[in-house]
């Protein structure tokens, strides 16, 4: 199938690119196009590159999922696109977005991702490096008191935490840094609230980061 063959390529095309040691750190983007495929997708450049190669292949794992669902046919279309929402020497934040319609379906499926890697290791940084937060009821709490606050994909404040369905179900591991020194927690659609909201997130600010902590030392 010609789609596999593309897929390969670009495979050995970020494996090459991975491992250019550069002078400083880059973020570049590599892209698959075609009929119902539309994939940009991020590539790390560090100065190491043991830690630049497993930050990419960790995320190629993801595109070669989502190209692999619309080559195979389990979807008839598939999209996906990122952004960097934090980067300095030693780290890199990414938001990364993957929508797939399955046929006949009533709507896409749609996934954010929010990913962190120490660009010294290319290890992923767990959220508990940042803010330790004991579990889902924890947070929950904080919501209900109003030291934090839940956003739609609009940006727009909700309260979708009062209805019974949507409670906080589970502390995230889907995060990203922001560069006004937020972390935003990231929740899918039907995560936080229903699909119209679309990806929700929980924005921590410094003071949420200091409480969350203070709670849990």
Same mark, same amino acid.
């Given at each position: 199938? @010609?789609? @596999? #063959? ?7 095309g970020? %494996?090459? =690119? !991975? ?9 570049g983007?590599?892209?698959?196009k ?13 100065? /190491? ?11 190629? /794992?993801?595109?070669?999922?989502t ?9 008839? #279309?598939?999209?996906?696109d ?7 020497d $030693?780290?890199? #934040?990414?938001?990364?977005?993957? #929508? /797939? ?16 890697? $120490?660009? /010294? ?12 937060? @004991?579990?889902? !009821? ?8 109003? @030291? ?7 940006g ?8 019974? =369905?949507? %409670?906080?179900?589970?502390?995230? +591991?889907?995060?990203?840094?922001r560069?006004?020194?937020?972390? +935003?927690?990231?929740? %899918? ?6 699909y119209? !909201?679309?990806? =929700?997130t ?7 980061? !200091? ?7």
């Amino acid at each position: 199938m @010609k789609y @596999k #063959s593309y897929l390969l390529a670009a495979i050995l095309g970020v %494996g090459l =690119m !991975a491992g250019v040691s550069t002078a400083s750190a880059y973020t570049g983007q590599g892209t698959m196009k075609g009929n119902d495929l539309d994939i940009t997708y991020p590539i790390v450049f560090t100065q /190491r590159p043991y830690a630049q190669r497993r930050i990419n292949d960790d995320l190629y /794992r993801l595109v070669k999922d989502t190209f692999d669902s619309y080559a195979d046919k389990e979807f008839v #279309s598939a999209y996906m696109d990122y952004e960097v929402t934090y980067e300095d020497d $030693n780290v890199i #934040s990414l938001l990364i977005h993957v #929508s /797939r319609y399955p046929d006949k379906a009533a709507h896409n499926w749609n996934e954010t991702y929010g990913l962190v890697y $120490n660009k /010294r290791t290319g290890n992923r940084i767990p959220l508990s490096h940042y803010v330790r937060i @004991k579990d889902a !009821a924890q947070l929950q709490k904080a919501l209900e008191e109003g @030291k934090v606050q839940e956003l739609d994909e609009a940006g727009n404040p909700q309260t979708f935490y009062k209805d019974d =369905m949507f %409670g906080v179900p589970e502390l995230t +591991d889907s995060y990203v840094l922001r560069k006004n020194g937020n972390i +935003d927690l990231v929740y %899918g659609p039907y995560g936080l609230g229903p699909y119209a !909201a679309g990806t =929700m997130t929980i924005p921590l600010n410094r003071e949420a980061v !200091a409480y969350f902590n203070g709670l849990n030392k």
